[in-house]
C-alpha cells in the first residue's frame, strides 16, 4: 500500500540553495522574502495495521482529509513525477475525448 503524504513548507533563497542574484528571483524581491511551496511524499506502507490502527488527531485533521486536500495532493504527486511534454500529450488526449 502506497501513502501521499503532502506538507506546505515555505522556501526562502537560503533554504533553496540560491544566491540574492539567483535568475529564479524577480526583480526586487529581497533574498529574506519567503514563498509557499508543497512538499508531497509518497511512501510504501509495509505495516497498515501499525500505521493506521489508532488514529492520531491534529489541529488539522478535518482540513487535510477533505476532498480537496486529496485532489490537491494527487495532482501535487502528478505534476511532480510526470514531465511537461507527457502532461500536454495527455491533455490533448483528454481535449480529444480520446483515454
Known amino acids: 500500500m502506497l501513502c501521499i503524504e503532502a506538507f506546505a513548507v515555505y522556501v526562502t533563497a537560503a533554504s533553496s540553495g540560491t544566491s540574492a542574484s539567483s ?38 485533521m478535518l482540513r487535510d482529509h477533505t476532498p480537496p486536500a486529496y485532489e490537491l495532493c494527487t495532482q501535487l504527486l502528478y505534476d511532480a513525477v510526470v514531465d511537461e511534454s ?4 495527455t491533455g490533448a ?6 483515454s
Open 86 to 89: 507527457e502532461r500536454a500529450q
Open 23 to 60: 535568475p529564479f528571483m524577480q526583480a526586487g524581491q529581497s533574498s529574506s522574502k519567503r514563498s509557499e511551496a508543497h512538499r508531497v511524499v509518497l511512501r510504501e506502507c509495509e505495516d497498515v495495521r501499525a500505521r493506521f490502527g489508532e488514529p492520531l488527531f491534529a489541529r488539522s
Open 93 to 98: 488526449r483528454e481535449n480529444a475525448g480520446i
